[in-house]
């Protein structure tokens, strides 16, 4: 069965500093990967997308993740984080039952301090 | 385009009770999919339409939870009788098309509070 480990229940960076958020996926075939957001009262939102193609795959607000199959991991970085940028992330792998479900992780929540 | 909607947006109930969820998919989309977030957890996968038939229900927890799909258009999910458990958020999606890599769109969820 497919899954997700999401490291870090929450990391906490300055506005300006690097942003790295961990997940490492386990999968009996070559997954596809997401990242989505979730900011507060909102609802969830693609950041990118893995699907076999490129490996360093680029998203909305400048957001990025590289796909390590030997390492297993599917990190999602930002070179330079903003204060809108704080928001709850979730690292995703479709199912193995037909591909449609999504298996999530249990999220990381990124706060930004000024 | 409008996007993913749901109705209502929170829900406070005492346990007992009969809840009915509402979701709107993406005009076009074929394919909606129900999520809850129970608290604490992560977010996971109830059911899955195809126009309006059940693909996938293997995700629904126990047979107070119904789902219908009339039309192949909106959803309802009803909770009857609803338990303290069922607290959470419901979260709606679609796609266009079903398969591995297709990008499923979310709704803003409904928050329901069984008491």
């Known amino acids: 069965a497919q899954s997700v480990t999401q490291l870090d229940s929450h990391v906490s960076v300055s506005e300006g500093t690097p942003v790295l958020l961990r997940c490492n996926y386990s999968s009996s075939y070559s997954p596809s990967l997401f990242w989505y957001v979730q900011h507060p009262n909102k609802g969830l939102q693609l950041l990118l997308k893995y699907t076999s193609a490129a490996t360093l795959v680029k998203g909305i607000n400048g957001f990025e993740a590289e796909f390590k199959k030997s390492e297993t991991s599917f990190h999602l970085t930002k070179p330079s984080a903003h204060m809108s940028d704080a928001a709850e992330y979730f690292c995703v792998v479709s199912g193995n039952t037909g591909f449609q479900k999504l298996v999530f992780g249990t999220g990381t929540r990124l706060l930004v301090s000024p | 385009e409008a996007g993913v909607t749901q109705f209502p947006s929170h829900s406070v109930i005492e346990k007992g009770q009969t809840v009915t969820l509402r979701c709107d998919p993406i005009s076009g989309h074929d394919n909606l999919y129900w999520y809850r977030r129970v608290m604490g957890k992560e977010i996971k996968f109830l059911l899955h339409f195809v126009k309006e038939s059940k693909q996938d229900e293997s995700g629904m927890p126990n047979n107070r939870f119904l789902a219908e799909r009339t039309g192949g258009t909106y959803s309802t999910l009803k909770v009857q009788p609803a338990e303290l458990e069922d607290s959470g958020v419901y979260f709606c999606?679609?796609?266009?098309?079903?398969?591995?890599?297709?990008?499923?769109?979310f709704g803003p969820g409904t928050r329901l509070l069984v008491l």
């Open positions: 999606a679609s796609s266009q098309d079903p398969g591995e890599g297709i990008t499923q769109y």
